[in-house]
């Protein structure tokens, strides 16, 4: 475990007296800790805890190492996020050799500790005054000696000196002679959630389990207890669903005892299995990674398979930033929208505190913070979608974090006043939807579409048969299954489905949704276990239908864990780009929020985004392109629908290329370019009339050229076989190539999951 203590105030000036006494806090605060320079105090933090396994409350110990007293009245106490803060109460002193715990969760704007986190100390004056720094939980850590050592494992003793953690000496486990082991764990969630199976190695006799065991490796959990009369048959198998009791991580454990307790197997392991850890051979073998899941059945014991996933190239800019400074949030952000006013809101997975944020483009800093409860004002919400709507906000939420074990697959609506604590006004559970889920295999993902676009697109959909519903309609993403819920959210809590929308094998989970408002475009973001793939949904013939898959931009990492997506078209215009941000679980080097670019269309822009949106022949590229995208693309002047064209590609002879039609951008086809420079694609037969371009990418995905034509109905087609064409230019801005960034389909690989 990686442990960071920085002492920036003056060092100890001589050793702790005994304890005397526990000091009391006063209000919370939340503001942003400035640079400043380093206090002169005795003061220094002594001890941190950040997790219990008796659910005893995370505390940071402060202790007195100085020959006078110190008055810490109005001190702030911050984790590593600068909106955490907690104040010491006014009149606070520390006596020498006194010891003052603060419980940053008690008070109102609190906030707990995280297994990858760190405690920071400041004055009233926002002078740092000390931190400690952990990468796992911490249970507990405190200086020995007292005041002036390094930080150790130690037992918890707030308020009193610190103590060693001596190693627990566990007396050997008795094991048991019935012929059970564990077979088979799927600790990562399939359609049942996370589950073990135990299987019978005795081919002749039944073994009876009541009453037997299952616990991972929290022994604060409930464990699983096998119902009285539950047996299994001579060479059978039996199993087990984990939650609610509890879910399986990626470093976990399963351990089995029989009714008398005796030890009838265990199994450890250091991360998820990309479909699930089974003995190979059956029953018999050590742990791998299965073939498929096989839920009480023979484990599949050949290698894992990886199909070729085919998808589309990212179809807007590929050029991806920071959006925030390093540090602004810690882990476990999720989920972003912006409003039609253009404000940002995001959402934290973990205390489920919405924020606002100000700033942008290109870089935010956090503007104002909520902490929400359920209806009744109690409970933490785990928000991980979000979506505003009707001046309110909506929350996908899988669980109440106050019960972690359980899942609770909600919508919540919030009317925000004063930034602080928030009741939701409506509560929506849509578990008779979803069916059975894993604590966090729930609602992960809210999109609001508005009646007006949802008619104009064609849903199949009355408005009118319904009462109060926000004037709209919602997507909600669920995280277990990758399933879509098309739902109308009543005012008196009745849920209505329109539509499910299954998942696919390139987009098999969906973390975030965003729709194109006043079009028809929906958008379905996958996080790292899609590489970050997405699929793009349209209403068609009153229902939504999924059009394309796409890679991740080329300058994201694909190993990023986003669980959010915000994309703000700034007009209607096909070409347009649209910026795009994306929020991510894991703060990646320090960053949560990445964004990029998308077009200008200001009159009289800069040329950054205009350039991005334009389409006035689709020839022009970026200037760091490929050096060899030199060829020439030329095509008649206009063809009908349904009308196969020749697509000369000067140079490209043998060549893999793919052939685009844009505005609205379609492949047309993938192949080879013949001997005499050509490709032959055909019009689709419901490509809008008017002006377009067709756009020829290689098979790297560069763009080598493009060409204008013009779609026309039959009756007005000239014939002309006029040619225009446009070579290749790599001297345009960045931008520029946003809109000509689409092109033959990547091949990916991933593990197939059962």
Request: aromatic content about 6%; overall charge negative; hydrophobic content about 40%.
């Amino acid at each position: 475990m990686a442990r960071v203590s920085t002492r920036t105030s003056l060092p100890a000036k001589r050793s702790l007296l005994a304890a005397t006494a526990v000091a009391v806090l006063g209000c919370g605060l939340a503001v942003a800790a400035p640079a400043a320079a380093a206090a002169e105090t005795d003061i220094v933090i002594n001890e941190v805890q950040s997790t219990s396994s008796t659910d005893a409350p995370d505390f940071v110990e402060l202790t007195n190492v100085g020959a006078e007293p110190v008055d810490i009245s109005g001190w702030i106490l911050r984790d590593d996020d600068d909106e955490h803060a907690v104040a010491v109460a006014d009149g606070t002193t520390v006596a020498p050799g006194e010891y003052f715990v603060i419980e940053p969760k008690s008070f109102e704007d609190g906030f707990g500790l995280g297994k990858n986190d760190m405690a920071r100390l400041f004055t009233a004056e926002e002078q740092p005054v000390d931190s400690y720094e952990w990468t796992e939980h911490a249970a507990s850590e405190g200086r020995l000696p007292d005041g002036t050592g390094d930080f150790v494992e130690t037992e918890p003793t707030p308020g009193e000196a610190n103590v060693v953690r001596e190693e627990e000496q566990d007396e050997p486990d008795v094991p048991s002679d019935a012929p059970v082991v564990i077979n088979e764990i799927e600790s990562n969630g399939d359609a049942r959630g996370d589950w073990v199976e135990l299987a019978n190695t005795d081919e002749n006799n039944s073994v009876d389990v009541s009453g037997w065991t299952l616990i991972d490796n929290k022994a604060s959990h409930d464990p699983v207890v096998l119902a009285e009369g539950t047996e299994i048959e001579s060479g059978g198998y039996l199993g087990v669903l984990t939650e609610p009791n509890f879910g399986l991580g990626g470093g976990d454990s399963v351990t089995v005892r029989d009714a008398a307790g005796l030890l009838v197997d265990e199994v450890e392991w250091t991360e998820h299995a990309s479909t699930t850890l089974a003995r190979c051979p059956d029953m018999t073998g050590e742990f791998t990674e299965s073939g498929e899941g096989t839920f009480e059945l023979a484990n599949n014991c050949s290698e894992v398979v990886q199909p070729e996933i085919e998808v589309s190239p990212w179809p807007y800019n590929d050029e991806v930033t920071d959006a925030v400074a390093a540090g602004t949030w810690g882990d476990d952000m999720s989920g972003i929208d912006v409003a039609p006013d253009g404000t940002v809101y995001a959402v934290n997975n973990d205390a489920g505190e919405i924020s606002r944020l100000a700033g942008g483009p290109e870089t935010y800093t956090v503007d104002a913070t909520w902490q929400p409860s359920y209806p009744d004002g109690t409970g933490t919400p785990d928000g991980e979608g979000i979506t505003v709507a009707d001046d309110a906000i909506y929350l996908a939420t899988e669980r109440n974090n106050d019960e972690g074990d359980v899942s609770r697959p909600s919508v919540l609506r919030f009317e925000l006043g004063e930034p602080g604590a928030v009741a939701a006004t409506d509560e929506w559970n849509l578990a008779e939807l979803t069916g059975a889920l894993g604590a966090n295999g729930g609602a992960e993902a809210i999109e609001w579409i508005s009646d007006a676009d949802a008619l104009a697109a064609g849903l199949d959909y009355d408005p009118s048969a319904y009462g109060e519903h926000f004037g709209g309609i919602f997507t909600v993403g669920i995280e277990q299954t990758g399933s879509i819920h098309v739902v109308v959210l009543e005012a008196d809590g009745s849920i209505t489905e329109l539509q499910t929308i299954a998942p696919s094998e390139a987009v098999a989970s969906v973390m975030g949704l965003d729709w194109r408002a006043g079009g028809n475009q929906l958008f379905a973001q996958c996080d790292e276990e899609c590489d970050n793939r997405s699929a793009e949904f349209r209403i068609a013939d009153g229902a939504f239908e999924r059009v394309d898959e796409y890679a991740a931009p080329a300058g994201m990492d694909p190993s990023y864990t986003n669980e959010g997506v915000a994309m703000t078209w700034c007009d209607q215009a096909a070409e347009t780009v649209p910026t795009v941000q994306w929020m991510s679980d894991s703060a990646h080097e320090g960053v949560s929020l990445r964004t990029s670019a998308g077009s200008d269309c200001t009159p009289g822009g800069d040329g950054d985004g205009d350039d991005a949106g334009s389409d006035d022949g689709g020839n022009e590229d970026s200037d760091d392109a490929d050096s060899d995208q030199d060829g020439a693309v030329s095509v008649q002047t206009s063809a009908e629908r349904g009308e196969t064209i020749s697509v000369t590609v000067a140079g490209r002879e043998g060549e893999e290329v793919a052939v685009w039609l844009h505005s609205e951008p379609q492949r047309l086809v993938t192949g080879t370019v013949a001997a005499d420079a050509t490709i032959q694609a055909t019009i689709p037969d419901d490509a809008e009339l008017g002006e377009h371009s067709i756009v020829v990418r290689a098979a790297d995905g560069t763009t080598i050229g493009s060409a204008p034509i013009e779609i026309v109905a039959a009756a007005d087609a000239d014939g002309e076989l006029a040619v225009t064409g446009a070579e290749f230019s790599p001297v345009l801005p960045i931008a520029a190539a946003a809109l000509v960034l689409l092109g033959g389909a990547l091949v990916l690989r991933r593990a197939v999951r059962a």
